[in-house]
């Protein structure tokens, strides 16, 4: 399995597993790739990243606090981050 990270294209590999571990057609996929590219150039969404990005979508909310819950929740390997495979997961 590949790592999601930093490469442009996803591998014929990981595109496979995605959509047999998704409901998303190889079309959308390369759409959610492509918009998760642009949030994150390095392939990897950070706690920091997350709360930025819930606070476009809920700015009255408590961010902070809902995000690391969130984040916590679907870091799985607990490494800190969550790439684009993660990403997928929360679908």
Same mark, same amino acid.
């Given at each position: 399995?590949?790592? /999601?990270?930093? %490469? ?7 595109? =496979?597993?995605? %959509?047999?571990?998704? !409901?998303? =057609? ?7 790739? @492509?918009? /998760? @590219? ?18 476009? /979508? ?7 606090? /809902?995000?690391?819950?969130?984040? !916590? ?15 997928? =997961?929360?679908?």
């Amino acid at each position: 399995m590949g790592c /999601f990270g930093s %490469k442009d294209k996803l591998s014929k590999e990981d595109m =496979d597993f995605l %959509k047999s571990h998704t !409901r998303y =057609d190889e079309a959308t996929i390369k759409d959610w790739y @492509k918009g /998760f @590219k642009q949030d994150c150039p390095n392939g990897r969404l950070t706690p920091a990243k997350f709360v930025d990005m819930y606070k476009t /979508f809920f700015p009255s909310g408590n961010a902070e606090e /809902f995000c690391d819950h969130v984040f !916590r929740t679907f870091d799985m390997d607990k490494n800190g981050y969550i790439d684009f495979k993660h990403n997928e =997961d929360l679908t």
